[in-house]
């Protein structure tokens, strides 16, 4: 009877396990993953005070800005370091910094104000975090026998995986209905000398990132029409 118990024992730890790893390894990123490769990711992506799309421009501001005072600018690298990238200047300028940063990553800033006594204060840090560039590229065959007699599967390559993205294919600039998915299957009635699909991404928290493929262009052949001589 111990023993039975003891392999029921070990049965339930053995299933909870693998139910745990199934989950871990089903979750998708609907946030900034906090393992991107970055300048000093945060803890948590709860800690990002923005998402801006790739080429978009960091724009920071010191809340009450004084006119007496004096503003230093910091950024953390690579190594975690804050190092001053503007200020102190002049008293009441370098209230605000912007950039563009040339990579996809987590952003963290602090502004220090420091008063015409000398006192000073360092905010709490902000972060941002920049999505990389979306570029999607469909895969598939060139070519579908018309009136349906083939079909010809269609992905999208070029996306990074950490990221959950919304998708609307469209056939010669117009949308397909309900064909949001992250491939599409094309079938042709009619033969024509091409058609052209392309796909539209955005990332699933940030639909203003937005980006078209190139189009895919997909000849549909007509059949073959054979007949019957008698010789």
């Not at 950490?162 to 998915?181: K, V």
């Not at 000398?193 to 000849?219: E, H, L, Q, R």
């Amino acid at each position: 009877m111990k023993k039975t118990f003891i392999l029921l024992q070990a049965s339930i730890i053995v299933l909870m396990l693998t139910f745990i790893s199934l989950k871990a390894s089903a979750q998708a990123f609907d946030t900034p993953s906090d393992a991107y490769p970055a300048t000093a990711a945060p803890a948590t992506a709860g800690a990002v005070g923005k998402i801006i799309c790739a080429g978009g421009t960091i724009s920071l501001s010191a809340t009450t800005p004084n006119a007496t005072s004096t503003y230093v600018w910091r950024k953390k690298n690579s190594s975690g370091t804050m190092v001053v990238v503007l200020g102190p200047g002049a008293a009441g300028a370098n209230t605000t910094y912007s950039e563009t940063p040339s990579a996809a990553g987590y952003y963290t800033y602090t502004v220090e104000e420091i008063n015409s006594n000398t006192c000073s204060t360092i905010s709490n840090p902000i972060t941002v975090f920049v999505l990389p560039p979306l570029a999607p590229v469909i895969a598939g065959q060139s070519n579908v026998c018309a009136s349906n007699q083939s079909t010809t599967p269609l992905t999208i390559t070029g996306l990074d995986g950490n990221f959950q993205y919304n998708y609307q294919w469209t056939r010669d600039g117009i949308d397909i209905p309900s064909a949001t998915l992250a491939t599409y299957t094309v079938s042709e009635s009619t033969a024509t000398a091409t058609v052209n699909f392309a796909v539209k991404v955005n990332y699933v928290f940030n639909t203003s990132c937005t980006k078209t493929s190139a189009n895919k262009a997909i000849a549909v052949i007509a059949l073959p029409t054979p007949t019957i001589t008698i010789n």
